[in-house]
């Protein structure tokens, strides 16, 4: 079956940078687009970004440009998503997400708490 | 940018019919999907491509889509969909979510 497992909760000191992965599995991982989707505390969803992991392209919500980058690894079927310059209000759960098409969102990782405190 | 405004909130009886909508300039150009989320979970697809209902979603989840406007319906709502719904549409190579929506089955 479809699984996406992402890594685990982070902290981190404003102005940090920070990765998170999410390792597929259960699919064909070149054959779907995935995205990445942020949820702060008490809020709606938030799309980021997508990669194709076939090609490598990318693109991202004009918000993200210039301080978010997603990547993959084909040979380990995981894609990243590293945010630079992290703030207060950066603070949330990071998802990936699989779509079907280009954004129906059918499987989801976990999600990623990523705190940003002093 | 593109913008998807659905109501804060949706109260409905058990047994009744939830109608949660979901408004964007011709929206009904674009396809719809949806999502439910309970609390500390993850979103799950309940519609996609405005009608359509991915294996293992319920019958009486169904959705529509015209004009500016695309309609999620629960007939015979359960107290198992009280839950937050978001509507999701793409957009010139972006995806767009809803405000998002608060079913309480009363």
């Known amino acids: 079956q479809v699984q996406l497992v992402q890594s685990g909760a982070e902290v981190k000191k404003p102005g940090a940078s920070l990765k998170v992965s999410c390792k597929t599995s259960g699919y064909t991982f070149i054959g779907y687009y995935m995205h990445w989707v942020r949820q702060a505390p008490g809020q709606g969803l938030e799309w980021m970004a997508w990669i194709d992991p076939n090609s490598g392209n990318t693109n991202y919500a004009q918000k993200f440009q210039g301080w978010v980058a997603v990547t993959r690894d084909t040979s380990i079927h995981t894609v990243y998503m590293e945010l630079r310059r992290l703030k207060a209000d950066d603070t949330a759960v990071y998802y990936c997400?699989?779509?079907?098409?280009?954004?129906?969102?059918?499987?989801w990782g976990q999600g990623t708490l990523v705190t940003v405190s002093s | 940018s593109y913008e998807l405004t659905q109501p804060p909130s949706v109260s409905v009886s058990p047994g009744q019919t939830a109608s949660i909508t979901c408004s964007g300039n011709?929206?009904?150009?674009?396809?719809a999907c949806w999502y439910q989320q309970k609390p500390g979970q993850s979103p799950v697809l309940v519609i996609y491509?405005?009608?359509k209902r991915p294996s293992g979603i319920p019958e009486r989840f169904s959705g529509s889509n015209s004009g500016n406007t695309a309609t999620l319906t629960i007939n015979g709502t359960q107290a198992m969909d009280e839950a937050d719904y978001y509507c999701?549409?793409?957009?010139?190579?972006?995806?767009?979510f809803g405000t998002g929506t608060k079913v309480t089955v009363l």
């Open positions: 011709k929206l009904g150009d674009k396809y």
């Open positions: 999701q549409a793409w957009d010139r190579n972006t995806v767009v």
């Open positions: 491509e405005d009608t």
């Open positions: 997400a699989r779509a079907i098409g280009y954004s129906n969102f059918d499987s």
